[in-house]
Nanobody, 125 residues
Framework: QVQLVESGGRLVQADESLTLSCQVS????????AGWFRQAPGKEREFVAP??????????FYADSVKGRFTITRDNAKNTVYLQMNSLKPADTAVYYC????????????????WGQGTQVTVSS
């Protein structure tokens, strides 16, 4: 089993920056990829960005709504995945979830077996 705990969410002003962290524990050696998703009130959970859990592959991709503003990284020594968010907008307000999977690399919610509880990010105008 794998456990994920997100942190770093808070209330910020528009155009500010914020970094979210996702501490991963358990059977991390079996992981293939991790990712960030978000869910705004009354909306479905949506993809933000994935990242391979290990190796040097630089491939990642971002939802169009965050491209150029958000960056996903990881620190395997700390078993932590980060989401650096710059130039935040009120539309970025959501609960942000970290997810992980032992197979596949996708932007689909169904592609991830392990989920954290989420951390709230609120961006005021």
């Amino acid at each position: 089993q794998v456990q994920l705990v997100e942190s770093g969410g808070r209330l910020v002003q528009a155009d500010e920056s914020l970094t979210l962290s996702c501490q991963v524990s358990g059977e991390v050696y079996d992981l293939y990829a991790a990712g960030w998703f978000r869910q705004a009130p009354g909306k479905e959970r949506e993809f933000v960005a994935p990242i391979y859990w290990s190796g040097s592959r630089p491939d990642t991709f971002y939802a169009d709504s965050v491209k150029g503003r958000f960056t996903i990284t990881r620190d395997n020594a700390k078993n932590t995945v980060y989401l650096q968010m710059n130039s935040l907008k009120p539309a970025d307000t959501a609960v942000y979830y970290c997810a992980a999977t032992s197979w596949g690399y996708s932007d689909n919610v169904k592609g991830y077996a392990y989920w954290g509880q989420g951390t709230q990010v609120t961006v005021s105008s």
